[in-house]
């Protein structure tokens, strides 16, 4: 059984010690206003570079803020990410060594959910959105895997379920500690992690700008590879708790505040497939009623 005592710690990290001991600690899970967060990225980079940290974009199946981020040359470590709903409800973080290769599994990710009903963005089942990782070096990480109570946002709360055959087979590690998550669902994954060898990760999933660090992970890197390499090693370590009930209330109105624009133009485009699906209906009708009056003025 592998021993990650130590490595997995409940308490708000301490940034500065870490950098004296040589770790560079990143948060591995946030949301920026490219997805349904309240955190432009300039106001990131700058909070980022006053606290001594590093980051990483994981908007919901969107990569334009992490790219945002990467273009601005900051002396930040950034590390490529984003995080994809999925159609069975659990949410998958995928972290990448090159932004390149963010990009390209992006493009197959658009694509094959643009096939599914064009007009609508559907989600793509679990295996499949894993499957299109494969060929990229990076990670495909469970995020809070035991979340949330009532909902199946998480792959292992699924898999508890046996809704997900083979899944596990085919992640790279866990969300130990989530910013989202309450402490008991928290404590389960780290459970989890400290009896399967798996690589382990954490992250805030702030949504709003002072949520940010509350949790990291730290590695002793100065470089994405080092850093990606040092979690797939298991030589991170994952620090941190979720905020107050102030803070988790202010990130949960702005999560139900974002669907808002996000449900409407959802109903916009149903509205716009069930129009052309009624005009061809109506359409084949007309032409068929056409086609039986024609006959019936030949007929004796």
Not at 82 to 95: N, R, S, V
Not at 141 to 158: D, E, Q, S, T
Not at 229 to 241: C, F, S
Request: proline share 5%.
């Amino acid at each position: 059984m592998p021993d990650h005592q130590g490595n997995i710690r409940y308490i708000k990290p301490d940034f500065r010690l870490l950098r004296e001991e040589g770790y560079y600690p990143v948060d591995m899970h946030l949301h920026t206003t490219h997805s349904d967060g309240l955190t432009r990225i300039p106001e990131l980079i700058k909070y980022a570079s006053r606290h001594d940290i590093g980051f990483s974009i994981t908007d919901h199946n969107e990569i334009s803020g992490s790219l945002c981020a990467i273009s601005n040359r900051s002396d930040r470590l950034i590390i490529p990410g984003t995080e994809l709903e999925t159609l069975e409800g659990p949410h998958l973080l995928f972290y990448f060594y090159t932004p390149e290769d963010m990009q390209e599994f992006f493009k197959d990710f658009s694509r094959e959910r643009s096939k599914k009903r064009p007009g609508l963005m559907e989600n793509l089942p679990v295996m499949e959105c894993l499957d299109l990782a494969k060929p990229f070096s990076g990670l495909r990480i469970a995020a809070h895997p035991f979340g949330y109570f009532g909902i199946n946002r998480g792959v292992l709360k699924c898999a508890e379920k046996q809704m997900l055959p083979g899944v596990l087979d085919n992640i790279d590690g866990i969300e130990v500690i989530c910013g989202g998550m309450i402490k008991s669902l928290n404590e389960r994954a780290i459970s989890y992690a400290g009896e399967h060898d798996i690589p382990f990760t954490g992250g805030s999933d702030a949504h709003i700008l002072s949520d940010v660090g509350n949790v990291i992970t730290a590695v002793q890197a100065e470089t994405v590879e080092e850093f990606l390499d040092g979690i797939k090693k298991r030589k991170n370590l994952v620090i941190g708790k979720p905020g107050g009930y102030m803070s988790r209330g202010a990130t949960a109105g702005v999560i139900a505040w974002s669907f808002v624009p996000y449900s409407l133009s959802m109903l916009g485009a149903h509205y716009s497939v069930q129009k052309r699906r009624t005009s061809h209906l109506v359409s084949l009708y007309r032409h068929k009623v056409a086609g039986f009056q024609k006959k019936k003025e030949k007929w004796p």
